[in-house]
């Protein structure tokens, strides 16, 4: 599959004008805000060994605009290549750390969290939500989730959501979209990037209904999408669910907890 060179995070899309693999590191990205041109950025840098190492020029943006920039072209070098980091190389340190680059000896470096996936299968109106009630010490526990867990070493995305998606239901998904990505940050927990996804086409008979496939993590129920936002939901889980349920994609937010309280959620 080609790698999607156009990056659209918040109201800001993101695009190189030399869409050849070797220029997407050495061209200028144009950057739109809300279908408008609104700046460019020149990107300098080269991606080995599991890092990229950038410099960059802005023109036309403000630091809170530029850092969403940066921050995006993070998000797409953690997806779409064997990146485990990106460092930059400058002394504008107040414009990086808003893009979630911390301050290290060689400049700015932002570190690929543990990443996890969530899908949330859609049916005649409904999503199928897991209440979460059978693993011991489960931080979940008494909640309503989607469908999802953690990368296995060497998976992308969608083999991710691919695997649990079977694993927890008994259903091979065939059809679903990337929404967005959710950024978890915690005092108790691992700092965590979630690939958001919804799913429509699958192969296989929903059989938990019945009572046929039993999920180890919980009950499986499908519940209508005009129900979801009064479950007992993850606080920060809101923040995404409405948007995704109204139709949008290209959600992209952060949210900070302390212990199981939602003191932040930065879209």
């Known amino acids: 599959m080609a790698t999607p ?76 290549h064997e990146v485990e980091r990106v460092l930059v190389d400058a002394s504008d340190g107040a414009i990086l750390e808003k893009a979630g680059f911390e301050r290290h000896s060689a400049g700015y470096v932002r570190r690929k969290l543990i990443r996890s996936t969530l899908c949330y299968l859609e049916k005649d109106g409904s999503y199928l939500m897991l209440y979460r009630n059978k693993k011991k010490e489960d931080p979940c526990a008494g909640k309503w989730v989607g469908i999802g867990g953690k990368f296995e070493p060497g998976e992308s995305g969608d083999e991710c959501l691919e695997r649990e998606v079977l694993e927890e239901t008994g259903l091979k998904i065939t059809g679903y979209e990337f929404r967005g990505i959710i950024r978890f940050i915690s005092d108790l927990w691992d700092d965590e990037d979630m690939y958001l996804y919804t799913g429509s086409s699958w192969e296989g008979e929903d059989t938990f209904a019945s009572g046929t496939f039993e999920c180890d993590e919980g009950e499986l129920v499908w519940i209508p999408k005009d129900k979801i936002l009064s479950l007992n939901l993850w606080e920060g889980d809101k923040y995404f669910l409405e948007p995704m349920i109204m139709g949008e994609s290209n959600i992209y937010m952060t949210c900070r907890y302390e212990g199981d309280r939602l003191v932040e959620c930065i879209k």
Do not use: Q
């Open 5 to 80: 060179n156009i990056i659209t995070i918040r109201n800001m899309t993101i695009s190189p004008l030399d869409a050849s693999e070797e220029g997407l590191w050495t061209a200028p990205w144009n950057i739109c805000l809300n279908g408008e041109k609104a700046g460019e950025m020149a990107f300098s840098g080269h991606a080995a060994n599991g890092e990229v190492t950038l410099g960059y020029d802005i023109e036309g943006l403000d630091a809170e605009r530029a850092a969403c920039a940066i921050e995006a072209l993070s998000y797409w070098a953690f997806r779409h």
